[in-house]
């Protein structure tokens, strides 16, 4: 019986495929078992301070991600073996085609499909972990363009704060660790003066609103207000900077400059006196500011309290305290008797001087991590920077939410905030400085290589407001300060 001896040949074939694709199973699953157990085995012999149930999610997770790989290189050798049958039997034929395109395009579509459901598994398990590490993202239609302009070179130890003056002559201000303070001609890059008065490090450094005055801060557990008088050098031509040989373009970030004197450093003039010492801290003065008016000024400490003196009398009016830790920065409001303090206690506070019967202070909670520094803007407005790597911009009338917050990849320390362009710019721990608009969409990114920009943690920023070749200053940890020019392109025409 011809039939039922075919029929029944069918049948052995189909029972031995299903006994051979059974067998085959069992063989990949007790190899994947026994490699499974062979790398737990493996972890729990190697010394590492992870959690052995994280260590063995972790390695569940590279298993399924090796497998993926491993299905899509047996695909990828089984169509190779099929495009080399095609192409011999349409050889024959007088025809051939590209096995390498007709792979590529059917990988592709296979490829896509199981990687997409990989990556989606991956976001959905690391969802938590990355949202933490995202910047803004948000668009732009008007980027500001920036330009290296000037760099003021002198200081042996690194600049923590720098400013410029309010009145004739326009000068640049740098205090540094140094234990000086120096004052540069800003359309030269030449050093005019020098003070030297302070024993310890010069943490910060502003200027009298009307006359030619300085107050500085310093690790010596006081301020110093100080007179000074310069003459400005004509200007010369602007050297192009970027073509300037930077020692073979080392970058400085892991090397040490040489410990000698900055030729030109010591041909300005210096002054080693001050007129009023501020003496009532007991702790490192980390910044000092004038209130309105040139007749007060407000300190701030690592003793947890900011002093406010009378500059005239320099007698102690008051000190504010309430701060959890140390300060870190202090600000005053250019046409209020207003003052914001910034402290490592994750907060930064209000204190309103503006009725003389009552001292008021609100306290601004929405940082994670240390605040670096609060500064106000025009307007009812206060931006505040902070270790936990964001700046958020506070409406003093409702301080419970910031109404914009900007999200960076590094720490902020001291920001500043231009008037005349509403423009934030944040300089960060990683030497860089990012400018962003006061509703937190990112504008630009300063340049910087080895051959410019800073090579070290970038400590502050100030703007100038005048007409002067830079409006924007940056100085950091590699010793220098540097002058930039931002402009923002006007917006494209639209067709009519």
Same mark, same amino acid.
């Given at each position: 019986?011809?039939?039922?001896?075919?029929?029944?040949?069918?049948?052995?074939?189909?029972?031995?495929?299903?006994?051979?694709?059974?067998?085959?199973? =069992?063989?990949?699953?007790?190899?994947?078992?026994?490699?499974?157990?062979?790398?737990?085995?493996?972890?729990?012999?190697?010394?590492? *301070?992870?959690?052995?149930?994280? $260590?063995? +999610?972790?390695?569940?997770?590279?298993?399924?991600?090796? &497998?993926?790989?491993?299905?899509?290189?047996?695909? +990828?050798?089984?169509?190779?073996?099929?495009?080399?049958?095609?192409?011999?039997? #349409?050889?024959?034929?007088?025809?051939?085609?590209?096995?390498?395109?007709?792979?590529?395009?059917?990988?592709?579509?296979?490829?896509?499909?199981?990687?997409?459901?990989?990556?989606?598994?991956?976001?959905?398990?690391?969802?938590? !972990?990355?949202?933490?590490?995202?910047?803004?993202?948000?668009?732009?239609?008007?980027?500001?363009?920036? %330009?290296?302009? &000037?760099?003021?070179?002198?200081?042996?130890?690194?600049?923590?704060?720098?400013?410029?003056?309010?009145?004739?002559?326009?000068?640049?201000?740098?205090?540094? /660790?140094?234990?000086?303070?120096?004052?540069?001609?800003?359309?030269?890059?030449?050093?005019?003066?020098?003070?030297?008065?302070?024993?310890?490090?010069?943490?910060?450094?502003?200027?009298?609103?009307?006359?030619?005055?300085?107050?500085?801060?310093?690790?010596?557990?006081?301020?110093?207000?100080? $007179?000074?008088?310069?003459?400005?050098?004509?200007? %010369?031509?602007?050297?192009?900077? !970027?073509?300037?040989?930077?020692?073979?373009?080392?970058?400085? !970030?892991?090397?040490?400059?040489?410990?000698?004197?900055?030729?030109?450093? @010591?041909?300005?003039?210096?002054? =080693?006196?001050?007129?009023?010492?501020?003496?009532?801290? %007991?702790?490192?003065?980390?910044?000092?500011?004038?209130?309105?008016?040139?007749?007060?000024?407000?300190?701030?400490?690592?003793?947890?309290? /900011?002093?406010?003196?009378?500059?005239?009398?320099?007698?102690?009016?008051?000190?504010?305290?309430?701060?959890?830790?140390?300060?870190?920065?202090?600000?005053?409001?250019?046409?209020? $008797?207003?003052?914001?303090?910034?402290?490592?206690?994750?907060?930064?506070?209000?204190?309103?001087? &503006?009725?003389?019967?009552?001292?008021?202070? @609100?306290?601004?909670?929405?940082?994670?991590?240390?605040?670096?520094?609060?500064?106000?803007?025009?307007?009812?407005?206060?931006?505040?920077? !902070?270790?936990?790597?964001?700046?958020?911009?506070?409406?003093? *009338?409702?301080?419970?939410?910031?109404?914009?917050?900007?999200?960076?990849?590094?720490?902020?320390? $001291?920001?500043?905030?231009?008037?005349?362009?509403?423009?934030?710019? #944040?300089?960060?721990?990683?030497? %860089?400085?990012?400018?962003?608009?006061?509703?937190?969409?990112?504008?630009? &990114?300063?340049?910087?290589?080895?051959?410019?920009?800073?090579?070290?943690?970038?400590?502050?920023?100030?703007?100038?407001?005048? +007409?002067?070749?830079?409006?924007?200053?940056?100085?950091?940890?590699?010793?220098? /300060?540097?002058?930039?020019?931002?402009?923002?392109?006007?917006?494209?025409?639209?067709? *009519?």
């Amino acid at each position: 019986m011809p039939v039922e001896s075919g029929i029944s040949a069918a049948a052995r074939q189909a029972k031995q495929k299903r006994k051979s694709h059974s067998l085959s199973i =069992r063989r990949t699953n007790s190899t994947e078992q026994d490699r499974s157990g062979l790398q737990r085995d493996m972890l729990e012999g190697q010394d590492s *301070k992870l959690p052995l149930p994280l $260590r063995s +999610n972790l390695l569940d997770l590279f298993s399924q991600i090796e &497998r993926e790989f491993e299905n899509l290189y047996i695909e +990828n050798l089984e169509l190779r073996r099929e495009i080399e049958t095609l192409n011999d039997r #349409l050889a024959a034929e007088g025809q051939t085609f590209e096995g390498a395109d007709l792979v590529k395009g059917a990988l592709k579509t296979k490829a896509s499909h199981s990687t997409s459901q990989l990556s989606q598994k991956l976001k959905t398990t690391y969802k938590a !972990s990355t949202s933490k590490i995202v910047s803004s993202f948000k668009a732009t239609t008007s980027r500001a363009v920036c %330009q290296l302009v &000037r760099e003021y070179v002198g200081h042996r130890d690194g600049i923590w704060d720098l400013g410029v003056t309010r009145t004739q002559p326009m000068v640049l201000g740098t205090a540094s /660790a140094d234990h000086t303070a120096m004052l540069w001609s800003i359309e030269t890059g030449k050093c005019l003066l020098k003070y030297t008065g302070h024993q310890g490090s010069v943490n910060s450094i502003k200027f009298h609103p009307t006359e030619q005055m300085a107050l500085t801060a310093s690790g010596d557990q006081t301020a110093h207000i100080w $007179r000074y008088m310069v003459q400005l050098p004509t200007p %010369q031509p602007v050297a192009d900077i !970027s073509q300037t040989p930077c020692e073979d373009d080392v970058d400085f !970030s892991d090397k040490d400059e040489a410990d000698g004197e900055v030729e030109g450093s @010591n041909d300005c003039p210096s002054v =080693r006196v001050a007129i009023t010492t501020l003496r009532s801290h %007991q702790g490192v003065v980390i910044a000092a500011d004038w209130v309105v008016g040139g007749k007060q000024v407000v300190t701030a400490s690592w003793d947890r309290a /900011a002093n406010l003196y009378d500059v005239e009398t320099s007698e102690l009016v008051h000190s504010l305290t309430g701060h959890d830790q140390e300060l870190t920065h202090c600000c005053t409001h250019p046409t209020q $008797r207003l003052v914001v303090t910034s402290s490592r206690d994750t907060t930064f506070r209000l204190w309103d001087f &503006r009725d003389p019967s009552i001292h008021s202070v @609100n306290v601004f909670q929405g940082h994670t991590d240390t605040v670096t520094s609060a500064v106000f803007t025009v307007g009812d407005n206060v931006v505040s920077g !902070s270790d936990d790597r964001t700046v958020k911009v506070w409406d003093l *009338k409702n301080m419970r939410s910031p109404i914009a917050t900007i999200r960076t990849d590094s720490a902020v320390n $001291r920001i500043s905030v231009s008037v005349n362009q509403k423009i934030i710019a #944040l300089p960060h721990d990683n030497r %860089q400085v990012r400018l962003f608009d006061m509703s937190g969409v990112r504008l630009a &990114r300063l340049p910087r290589s080895n051959r410019q920009g800073h090579r070290r943690m970038v400590c502050c920023s100030t703007w100038c407001e005048d +007409n002067t070749s830079c409006n924007l200053f940056t100085c950091g940890f590699d010793r220098q /300060a540097i002058g930039w020019e931002n402009h923002n392109p006007p917006p494209p025409l639209q067709e *009519k």
